[in-house]
Each structure stands twice: as structure tokens, then as C-alpha cells.
């Protein structure tokens, strides 16, 4: 039994200094969630109200999506919208009016905020409930913020999720709500799992379909499945729900400490846990060991981005044998990612939010084997001639579980190869 429990190091990082930084930021603003959103909720649509700059950024990081009957669009604030020229609320009404009409298939409305209409006041809260009214009950409107000025990418989801919170049903039912939008064969993967060890019921948030949305309650048990839904773990809470404490499910290790944590709330007997977990516990081990041998004893630094930098950190440095410099993370929650600061040895910087200038200077001084960042420092730092791994390919490929963890060690060992490929060429 031990055996599903991993063993923390003499000393992790749970305290260890923090240092803060509150200077310039480099990373996505949370419209970038609604990419990955808008294939798991499929009778949803994503209306960005904002500038030709948001309906740019989302068609070009969703530009697969031109052959598809999209299910996100962005209503334009024209000048004469922020110069207050315009009512933008009839505009707004007019805009859902029509898409609503045109397709009936639309059980969801989000609302998304953006800088621009945040700057000009646009209270999208009040337009939503005047909207719920007006098309209820076929559609259920609500609203969140993506916008730059408050939100970094992953920021997105937690704000869309928490917006949903308040609408669910109550329920006294005893049962597991996982909560994070995981890719569709990932889901599958952890409900049978779930299933076959015989933890039941259990439900997502966020559902497919309306239809199938959860209720909550005080016997509800949450398992997060991604580290950044702060706000949404605060907002369960308070309709009653218990969240469960557990390294988030990155690796071998992660992932059988994630499920018997689970396990251990259902009444799981330890061999049926293993029974259900060996042969999967087998190949994650063997599928990492194949990358590990790139990573083994490189060194790692990481600007904030997704948030799953800490996780991340915990799996690479136990499970493929990296050394982190720096694990930098736009915010830290003790209370959710604590477990895995514990596994996590002492020993790298731990930094909150960013100063970029000052980061880059750190980054630069230490010459890392690898350096996970955004998409804007990666191009400058290769061409100093240093390895990067984008943060953002973390949230679009599917990384949890046994069946994704060798694909996860092979993320980072990629860039590595291929530089190392690189540098025999030019030797
Ligand atoms: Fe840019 Fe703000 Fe629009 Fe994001 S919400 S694309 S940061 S203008």
C-alpha cells in the first residue's frame, strides 16, 4: 500500500521562500482557454465581446477551426463603441439575437470579456441574466473575463468554470466530481479507471452537454484535475463540496497518488487498486524510463505560464531524473498544489508572478539545459542558442494519466534531442 503512497524527500518545497515578483508579464490572456473549451463543451459558444486583436488572437491559435461550423466568434467593439458613441448593450442583444436564431443547437452562452470591453465598463454580468431571461430556457447565458489585463491563458478555463458553479443543481449525493476540462480520451481513461476499481458515481465539470451537468452538494468529493482552478475550487467550496488534496495526475508517480487518494474516500481495498493499476503503473514507467535518458541530469528552468509548472517540476525531477533551477508559476496556492511542493526537493528557486526583465537575467546567468516560457521569449532565447519548450503546447496535448506520461517526458526531451542533433551538425 505504501507502495501507491510516493516518498517525499528529506525536505520539499512547501516551505520554502517564494520569491515575488510583481513586475511586466509575458504570457496569453485567458480568450486562450476558450480553444480548448469549446471541443469539450459541445453544445456551447464562446462570444468574445472585444477587438479585431481578440478575433485574431483566437483564429490564429484555433486555425483548424476554418473548415468547421465554429462555436466561438468574437463581437467587434468598433471605435465608436469605446468612445461611448453607441449603445453596446442593444448592439450586444442584437448580435445574440441573431446567432441564437441561426443556431438552435446553442444550449450555452458565454459572454467573454476582453480588454476593451472591460475598459469601457461593459457590464457583461447585467447582459447576461438580461439575456438568460430573454432566452430561457432553451439557453442559459452566462459570463467570465478572458481579458489580458486580469487573466493569464489558463486563467481562462477557472473563470469559465467558476461562472458555471453558482448555476449547478444542488445534490446530497455522495459522489466524485472531477473537475477540469480534460481532453476526451483522457476522460475516458480516468472513468475507467474510476469504474473498474469501482468508484461510482462520478461526473464532470464541465460536462458535454448541457443536459448532463452536474449537481454539487456537501457529499460532493472533488479531484481537480488541473492545478490552475483556483477560483473554481473556491467557488465549490462554498456550495459545500470537499476538496481532495493530491499531487495533480502528471507520471506515474502523480497519477497513482491522484487515484488513491480518490480510492482511499471510496473504500478501494489496496488490491483492487493494484489490480486495476499495475499493468498501466508498468507501461507509464517504461514509456518514461525511454525519455528519462534525454532528460536525466539536465537542468530545467521555468517562467509562469500555465500554472502546471510546479506539478511539471515534481514529475521531472523524480520521475526523469532533471535538476530544476528555477520554477516559476503566475500563482501558487498552497492549498492546491501543496502536495506536490512536498515531493518536490529543496533546492530550486520557487518565484510568484513575474518581472520579465529580471527573469531573463536569471535565466541567462544560469544557462539551462531547457527553459519552458511563451511563445514571445522562446525565439529570443534560441536564438541565444538555448533549448525552450513551449508552455503553451502543455494545455493542448493531452498529458494526464499512465498513457500520456511517456508522451509528457517526451515533450521535454524533444528539444533536446533535436538540439543536441543540431549542435553534431554544426560541430
Ligand atoms: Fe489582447 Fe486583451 Fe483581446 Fe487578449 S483580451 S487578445 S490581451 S486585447
Redesign the pocket.
Known amino acids: 500500500m505504501k507502495d501507491f503512497v510516493p516518498q517525499p524527500p528529506e525536505a520539499g518545497c512547501r516551505n520554502a521562500p517564494v520569491l515575488k515578483e510583481r513586475g511586466q508579464r509575458e504570457v496569453f ?1 485567458g ?1 486562450t482557454g476558450i480553444i480548448w473549451l469549446h471541443r469539450k463543451m459541445q453544445d456551447a459558444f464562446f462570444l468574445v465581446v ?2 479585431r ?2 478575433a485574431h ?1 483566437l483564429q490564429s491559435a484555433a486555425g483548424v477551426m476554418i473548415f468547421a461550423e465554429p462555436r466561438f466568434g468574437t463581437a467587434i467593439l468598433e471605435e465608436k463603441d469605446l468612445a461611448g458613441l453607441a449603445c453596446a448593450n442593444e448592439e450586444l442583444d442584437r448580435e445574440v439575437d441573431r446567432l441564437l436564431a441561426r443556431r438552435p443547437d446553442i444550449r450555452q452562452l458565454f459572454l467573454v470579456g ?3 470591453s472591460e475598459v469601457i465598463k461593459l457590464d457583461l454580468h447585467r447582459a447576461a441574466e438580461r439575456l438568460t431571461e430573454r432566452h430561457a430556457p432553451h439557453v442559459r447565458v452566462l459570463n467570465y473575463t ?3 489585463i486580469e487573466t493569464t491563458f489558463t486563467e481562462g478555463e477557472d473563470a469559465c468554470l467558476a461562472a458555471m458553479v453558482p448555476t449547478l443543481p444542488d445534490t446530497a449525493e455522495r459522489q466524485l466530481l472531477l473537475v477540469g476540462a480534460l481532453p476526451d480520451v483522457v476522460e475516458d481513461q480516468a472513468m475507467a479507471l474510476l469504474r473498474d476499481m469501482g468508484v461510482s458515481p462520478v461526473r464532470c465539470l464541465p460536462a458535454h452537454r448541457a443536459a448532463e451537468t452536474p449537481g454539487v452538494g456537501a457529499n460532493t468529493l472533488v479531484a481537480l484535475t488541473q492545478p490552475f482552478l483556483n477560483e473554481t475550487a473556491a467557488c465549490l467550496e462554498r456550495r459545500g463540496a470537499r476538496i481532495l488534496s493530491a499531487p495533480f495526475p502528471f507520471g506515474e508517480e502523480g497519477t497513482t497518488a491522484w487515484l488513491w487518494t480518490i480510492a482511499q474516500e471510496f473504500g478501494v481495498a489496496p488490491d483492487s487498486f493494484a489490480r486495476v493499476t499495475d499493468a498501466p503503473r508498468a507501461r507509464a514507467r517504461k514509456a518514461i524510463a525511454a525519455a528519462a535518458e534525454t532528460l536525466r541530469d539536465k537542468s530545467i528552468f521555468f517562467f509562469p505560464d500555465s500554472q502546471l509548472e510546479i506539478p511539471l517540476a515534481r514529475f521531472l525531477t523524480r520521475e526523469c531524473g532533471m535538476k530544476a533551477v528555477e520554477v516559476g508559476a503566475p500563482f501558487i496556492n498552497k492549498q492546491i498544489v501543496g502536495p506536490d511542493l512536498d515531493l518536490l526537493a529543496e533546492g530550486p528557486v520557487i518565484s510568484e508572478g513575474q518581472d520579465v526583465d529580471r527573469q531573463l537575467d536569471r535565466c541567462r546567468a544560469a544557462r539551462p539545459d531547457l527553459t519552458v516560457c511563451g511563445l514571445g521569449l522562446a525565439n529570443p532565447l534560441e536564438a541565444e542558442g538555448m533549448a525552450t519548450k513551449w508552455a503553451i503546447e502543455l494545455v493542448f496535448t493531452p498529458v494526464h494519466l499512465y498513457e500520456q506520461a511517456g508522451d509528457l517526458a517526451g515533450l521535454f526531451a524533444r528539444p533536446l534531442r533535436r538540439r543536441a542533433l543540431l549542435s553534431g551538425l554544426e560541430g
Request: aromatic share 0%; charged share 0%; net charge neutral.
Open positions: 490572456c480568450l472585444g477587438s486583436t481578440c488572437l476582453s480588454c476593451p478572458g481579458s489580458g
